[in-house]
C-alpha cells in the first residue's frame, strides 16, 4: 500500500484547510487510515482515523469539534477536513494506514504498517 498525502499550507488562526490522502490498492477487511502529527520538538501524535469498510472514526481530543475524518472510497481518498485552526495544530501531518488495528491500538502509531510522506500545515497568527 503506498499513500500520498497534500494539501498542507501556510493558513492563518480561525482558518481551514483541507488535506488528502490518496491510498493505492486499499484492501477490504479491517484497512484503517489515519492522520498523524508531528510539531518540532515534539513526539509524533493521533490526529484522526477512519475505517476503511464502515463509517467508525475516531478524534484526538485536542482536534475534536474542528476537525473531521472522512473518506472516498470510489477515489481511494481519505480527507482531514481541518477548521478553527490554531498555532497550535502547526506541523508535519502524516498520513498512515494499516490492517487489523483494534479499538484501543487506533491511537498510536507503532500499530500502522504504511505511511506517507508528511505534509506541513503552519497556522500563523
Known amino acids: 500500500v503506498q499513500l500520498q498525502a497534500s494539501g498542507g499550507g501556510l493558513v492563518q488562526v480561525g482558518d481551514s484547510l483541507g488535506l488528502s490522502c490518496a491510498a493505492s490498492n486499499p484492501t477490504a477487511g479491517r484497512f484503517l487510515v489515519g492522520w498523524f502529527r508531528q510539531a518540532p520538538g515534539k513526539e509524533r501524535e493521533f490526529v484522526a482515523a477512519?475505517?476503511?469498510?464502515?463509517?467508525?472514526?475516531y478524534h484526538a481530543e485536542s482536534v475534536k469539534g474542528r476537525f473531521t475524518i472522512s473518506k472516498d472510497k470510489a477515489k481511494n481518498t481519505v480527507f482531514l477536513h481541518m477548521s478553527s485552526l490554531k498555532p497550535e495544530d502547526t506541523a508535519v501531518y502524516y498520513c498512515a494506514a494499516g490492517r487489523n488495528i483494534i479499538t484501543s491500538s487506533v491511537y498510536y502509531a507503532r500499530y500502522y504498517s504504511y505511511w506517507g510522506q508528511g505534509t506541513l500545515v503552519t497556522v500563523s497568527s
Open positions: 477512519v475505517r476503511w469498510n464502515d463509517a467508525t472514526a
